[in-house]
C-alpha cells in the first residue's frame, strides 16, 4: 500500500531540504579551500604534493576543467542556468528516491561555488593541477561526483519490496491443489450394482 499524500509531500520537502543543506556545505567548503589556497600559494609559483600532482593558483573564464574559457560571462552563466534548471525539474520528478537529494545538492552546491568566483573576480579560481589533466578545485570535484552519483541513484533498479517476495513459484507450490473433476462421486454401477445382486 502507498502511503498518503500528506506524507509523500513530507518525504518530498524533506529531500528539497537536505540537498538545499549539502549545497550550502559544498559551497562554504569551496570557498574555503579556495581562500586557502589564495592565501597560502604564490601565483605562477606551483607546489608539488607528490609525482604529477602540484598546488597551483590559476583563474578560469570558462566552466569546469577549463572548458569553454573565453566564451564569455552571458554564455556561461546561461548555460549553468539551463543546466540547474533541468536538474531541479528533474529531482523535482524523483524526490521521493532515496539518497537522490545527496548527489544533486553536491552537482548544485559545485555550481554555486564556481558562480560566486565569478560573480566575485570574474573567474573561477582552481589549483589542483594535475599534469595529465586541467587543473580544477572543489566544486569540479563535487560536480562530477554528483553527476555520476545521479546516473547511479536515480537510473539504478528499485529494491523489490519484501511483501512481493515469495509470490513466485514457491506462492504456486504452497497453492492447495484443486480437486479432480469427478473426485468423491459414486462410480457408476457401484453402489447401484451392488443393491440389484442382494436382492
Known sequence: ?????????????RAFALAALVLAVVAALDQ????????????????S??????LSVSRNTGIAFGALAGAGDAVIVALVAIAVGVLLVFFA????RPLLWLPIGMVLGGAAGNLI????IGAVVDF?????????????????????GVLYVAEGR?????ATRGTGEEGASAAPSSPRPGAGRPRAGGESAHCHDSS
Request: charged share 25%; glycine share 10%.
Open 1 to 13: 500500500m502507498g502511503g498518503s499524500p500528506e506524507a509523500g509531500s513530507v518525504s518530498r520537502l
Open 32 to 47: 574555503a579551500t579556495k581562500a586557502l589556497a589564495l592565501a597560502s600559494l604564490a601565483p605562477g609559483q606551483p607546489e
Open 49 to 54: 604534493v607528490f609525482f604529477g600532482l602540484d
Open 93 to 96: 520528478a524523483r524526490a521521493d
Open 117 to 120: 568566483d565569478r560573480g566575485r
Open 128 to 148: 589542483i593541477d594535475p599534469s595529465f589533466w586541467p587543473a580544477f578545485n572543489l566544486a569540479d570535484m563535487s560536480i562530477v561526483l554528483g553527476v555520476l
Open 158 to 162: 528499485k529494491e523489490e519490496p519484501e
